[in-house]
């Protein structure tokens, strides 16, 4: 009698077991579908958010397997931006707005090789080109006689807007790396882990741009800020500041 | 920006030996109890009360080390058990040394702590530069700063200085408003460590992922580890290439 209740409950476990792989297996690793037209695009993001008023659509950039970018143009000719993911088995749109100033996609915010910087600036702001920045302010502390110095890291990427008013830019490889390192370095030990769970952004890391004219002036970007969102699902999108000329570092001439 | 930390596995030989260590000793007192003992305990159930035995109040001692001290006052654990195993006859009396076993367990991981700090200053010397970096072969450096020329890592040069280079004074102060390397009245300014090393690892087992900055000059090498930052000067140049 016993022995038949333990091959049952073993039984049940087993298939419980079998049961959550399988749903995990399918949520995270089943193959995606080709991505949906423009018109259910366009009905999709309309339903979800009317205040979009989703014209066209401009492209559908794969940012990887399960991720994509889906620039448009609104009725009232603003120029818009959505982000789309595989999950559950479909396609599924995380975050709609309306313009398209830089920001930062963190599609798994443990591992910077899968940051992306997107945009779709507005043509009418007359960008010709960007400067896309990675900063860390310089920084010292002092205390009892023990000092300690942050170096700078201000790490710079250009890319144009002529042919296209929108595009995503995986994280430059050095960027990466400094970020994955300072991301090892802040590990706590397994000691420390057990007294202190709350652990601190102590890198003070930042991203910034700065737009460009044709005439490598500032260009005042008014038609690609101030937008309206919504946010539909699980997405992790930062803000990148607007900089000027002035707060960035140029090296002595010797 | 916020980059969410997932706990890659540090490893860290020396503690993870030092608290096997502490269960094989607790391991042979049970066991010693239980040869002792007239009325045998049920093994699991006597592994049971040690384990909620640990369960104690405790104080923490910031000490001079990384790892704080803490001491255990409460036996909360002990205490649980005693009302749990007192409602019927003789079962406290058969299991209340393996509770208090418990209990004392706590000092016996503290001792343990203690030994694994000793000995980890011991082998991983906290002021030497070959505890943060042990791996040169695959060295190399990336510009952090638009101040970083293109210049390379002088791997053989780094490998024959490593031991020679000398502990300088980390200068904060100085060097974040340092004059020679700013223009004051435009924003044209040099780092003065433009460069960062990659590829590198600490000695084997140490758990550390140290971030190491070169220096402009090519000479200093600064080492950046939690809490800690250690400066050392070469005399012969680290990078190659125009300067």
Excluded at chain 2, 55 to 73: A, C, G
Aim: aromatic share 14%; glycine share 6%.
């Amino acid at each position: 009698m016993l022995n038949k209740r333990f091959v049952l409950i073993g039984l049940v476990g087993v298939f419980i077991i079998l049961t959550a792989a399988a749903w995990f297996y399918w949520v995270n690793f089943s193959k995606p579908a080709s991505f949906p037209a423009n018109e259910q695009l366009i009905e999709r993001m309309n339903k979800v958010f009317p205040t979009a008023a989703v014209k066209s659509i401009q492209d559908h950039v794969q940012v990887d397997e399960r991720h994509v970018f889906v620039p448009f143009v609104s009725e009232e000719g603003r120029y818009g931006v959505s982000y789309w993911e595989w999950k559950k088995n479909k396609w599924k749109l995380l975050h709609i707005d309306n313009a398209g100033v830089p920001r930062l996609w963190k599609i798994n915010s443990n591992d910077p090789s899968t940051f992306y910087i997107v945009w779709n600036s507005h043509p009418d702001d007359k960008v010709s080109y960007m400067k896309l920045y990675f900063i860390r302010d310089r920084g010292f502390q002092g205390h009892d006689g023990i000092e300690t110095y942050i170096p700078k890291i201000q790490l710079e990427k250009k890319v144009t807007l002529t042919d296209k008013s929108y595009g995503v830019l995986p994280m430059p490889a050095d960027w990466s790396a400094i970020m994955k390192s300072l991301q090892q370095a802040g590990n706590p030990n397994i000691s420390d882990r057990l007294f202190d769970s709350v652990f601190p952004n102590i890198n003070n890391l930042h991203f910034g741009f700065i737009p460009f004219d044709q005439s490598n002036q500032e260009a005042v970007i008014m038609n690609s800020v101030n937008g309206s969102s919504f946010t539909n699902g699980d997405i992790n999108l930062d803000y990148i500041s607007i900089l000027s000329k002035s707060e960035i570092e140029e090296p002595l001439e010797q | 920006m916020t980059i969410n930390y997932n706990f890659a596995f540090s490893f860290q030989l020396i503690p993870i030996i030092t608290l096997i260590l502490a269960w094989c000793v607790i391991a042979i007192f049970a066991y010693r109890m239980m040869k002792k003992q007239q009325v045998k305990p049920k093994a699991w159930k006597a592994l049971v009360c040690v384990l909620v035995g640990l369960f104690s109040f405790s104080i923490n001692f910031p000490s001079l080390w990384d790892t704080p001290i803490k001491i255990s006052i409460l036996p909360l654990g002990v205490w649980i058990l005693y009302s749990f195993l007192k409602r019927k006859e003789g079962r406290w009396v058969t299991y209340r040394r393996f509770a208090w076993l418990g209990f004392w367990a706590n000092f016996i991981f503290l001792a343990a702590a203690l030994i694994a700090v000793l000995l980890q200053n011991v082998t991983y010397p906290k002021d030497e530069l070959s505890t943060y970096m042990s791996n040169v072969e695959n060295a190399k450096i990336r510009s952090i700063h638009p101040s970083g020329k293109t210049r390379t890592l002088d791997t053989d040069m780094l490998l024959k200085q490593i031991h020679n280079m000398s502990r300088e004074k980390v200068q904060g102060n100085q060097w974040y408003y340092e004059k020679e390397f700013r223009d004051e009245k435009s924003t044209k300014r040099n780092e003065r460590f433009p460069y960062q090393l990659f590829g590198t690892t600490s000695k084997w087992g140490s758990g550390l992922h140290p971030i190491i900055y070169l220096e402009a000059d090519g000479k200093g090498i600064l080492v950046s580890a939690p809490q800690k930052q250690l400066y050392f000067r070469s005399n012969e140049p680290l990078l190659k290439g125009e300067e």
